[in-house]
């Protein structure tokens, strides 16, 4: 079983609508919760991150932990052409004083217009 | 000013050559990764550096072999390559657990 579990899509939706991703985990020891956003051929970027069970709202995104459940969430709001890339979450457990990160492995989002 | 810069961006190469990928990030981060994303776009951790001293070694083949002349560089050097070899490779740096800044990507075709 893969420490992070994620759909790969591909996920199609008209403009306007919510958007839901998600990811289920295995390893307790995650301490912070993470989404990135990477557009084709570029870098994975850095969206939001979470530390506990809980809500986070930034913008039109929101992400959910539930952390007794394992179970995390990114909702987009009002969803964009420019919303379109492939979103992977990620956990991050603390290693031998280093911060070691496990992606999913990604969802690939379009949004149509 | 990028942030986590890598080079080169593109490296087209045969079988069994030698290759090294270069990165400098200007954030001030104490660590500093090497990352692996297949076809998939699948990312998967190889190394990491904390203060040039080596931290994170995953299962990686021995012909890949990182090396951090100062914090704030963290080079990987990759022998004798081979076609399953081809991928993009990424750097990133960190300061906590809150999440990496990544580079742009170096994308390496073996053939």
């Known amino acids: 079983q893969k420490e992070v579990e994620q759909d790969p899509g591909p996920l199609s939706v008209p403009e306007g609508a919510i958007v839901s991703l998600n990811c289920t985990y295995s390893?307790?020891?995650?301490?912070?919760f993470m989404w990135y956003r990477q557009y084709s051929r570029k870098g994975p970027e850095l969206l939001m991150y979470?530390?506990?069970?809980g809500n986070k709202e930034d913008g039109r995104f929101t992400a959910q932990v539930d952390k007794s459940s394992k179970y995390i969430s990114l909702f987009i709001r009002d969803s964009q052409p420019s919303d379109s890339a492939t979103y992977l979450c990620?956990?991050?457990?603390?290693?031998?004083?280093?911060?070691?990160?496990?992606f999913g492995s990604g969802t690939r989002l379009s949004i149509r217009p | 000013d990028t942030a986590v810069s890598q080079t080169p961006k593109y490296l087209v190469t045969q079988m069994g050559n030698d290759k090294s990928i270069k990165c400098e990030q200007n954030?001030?981060?104490?660590?500093m990764y090497w990352y692996k994303q297949d076809s998939k776009k699948f990312l998967k951790i190889m190394f990491s550096?904390?203060?040039?001293?080596?931290?994170i070694n995953e299962t990686v083949p021995n012909r890949f072999s990182p090396k951090s002349p100062d914090k704030a560089h963290l080079n990987l050097h990759i022998n004798s390559l081979e076609l399953g070899d081809s991928a993009v490779y990424f750097c990133?740096?960190?300061?906590?657990?809150?999440?990496?800044?990544f580079g742009s990507g170096t994308r390496l075709t073996v053939v």
């Open positions: 990133a740096s960190s300061q906590d657990m809150r999440g990496y800044t």
């Open positions: 390893n307790s020891a995650f301490q912070y």
């Open positions: 979470t530390y506990s069970s």
């Open positions: 990620a956990m991050s457990a603390l290693i031998s004083s280093a911060s070691k990160i496990i």
């Open positions: 954030l001030g981060h104490d660590t």
């Open positions: 550096y904390n203060n040039k001293e080596l931290i």
